[in-house]
């Protein structure tokens, strides 16, 4: 897995084994300990300490990726999971927080709604995967493509219209209405997935530690487990990551 360091002044750095971060803010005052000597010396408990100490000086991306990186050298994938998967919804998206999110769920190798070969679960997934900025360019390009059209007088009965209209607003309309609703969740331990919002039900399985999950309804203190459609059930929220 490759190892990341924040970079100081906008510059970058380029080892063997270096992501490339850069830093928004300088990091560390003179004196005291900054990120890169915790990193360095492999303190990866006090490196994550001081991420999270500091992070209002970073933006929320550069923060969870960082953070799940230093869980992963702890060695606590599900929360290195978290934080990764974080990262990427908040848009920091590049080869280096792929790669360290594929490297961290070939560790965890749990079943759940990104392994999973069930159909609405792939298609939920894969929509939750898409950075809310690319739903909109498609409705862009959709509107584009009509535009063509109509200069070129292709596009001229009312139906047709209507249709590629409903056809421009359907990715915004998608992911504002309905992604953006969606609570997805990792899960930091083991959980019981019960039949009902309470321990008094049986219980019908567990959601593993690391695993994915979209979540439905909520009841006091319970989340329904809506995705994937094996894991459907009510469990705790007590040891879930909700993005």
């Known amino acids: 897995m490759r190892d990341t360091y924040f970079m100081k002044n906008i510059n970058t750095l380029t080892t063997a084994k270096s992501s490339h ?41 550069i923060f969870h990726y960082n953070l799940g990186t230093v869980y992963s050298k702890m060695g606590d994938f599900p929360a290195a999971r978290f934080h990764l998967e974080k990262a990427i919804k908040e848009g920091y998206i590049n080869s280096a927080s792929l790669n360290n999110l594929t490297f961290v769920k070939s560790q965890l190798q749990v079943d759940d709604i990104s392994t999973s070969v069930n159909l609405p679960d792939q298609f939920m997934n894969n929509a939750l995967s898409i950075p809310p900025s690319a739903y909109v360019s498609f409705s862009l390009i959709f509107l584009l493509f009509g535009l063509i059209l109509m200069k070129s007088k292709k596009l001229i009965k009312k139906s047709s219209i209507v249709f590629l209209s409903l056809l421009i607003l359907t990715p915004i309309v998608f992911s504002q209405f309905y992604l953006d609703k969606i609570n997805y969740a990792v899960a930091f331990k083991d959980i019981p997935a019960y039949e009902g919002p309470s321990k008094i039900f049986t219980e019908k399985g567990k959601v593993r530690a690391g695993s994915k999950i979209i979540l439905g309804e909520y009841k006091d203190g319970w989340f329904y487990v809506k995705f994937p459609i094996s894991l459907a059930g009510w469990i705790n929220k007590d040891q879930l990551g909700i993005y």
Not at 33 to 46: N, S, V
Request: overall charge neutral; glycine content about 10%; proline content about 2%.
């Open 21 to 61: 971060v850069i830093e928004e803010k300088s990091m560390g005052a003179p004196g005291n300990t900054t990120f890169e000597e915790f990193y360095i010396k492999k303190d990866f408990k006090g490196a994550a300490n001081y991420l999270l100490q500091n992070k209002q000086q970073l933006s929320s991306g």
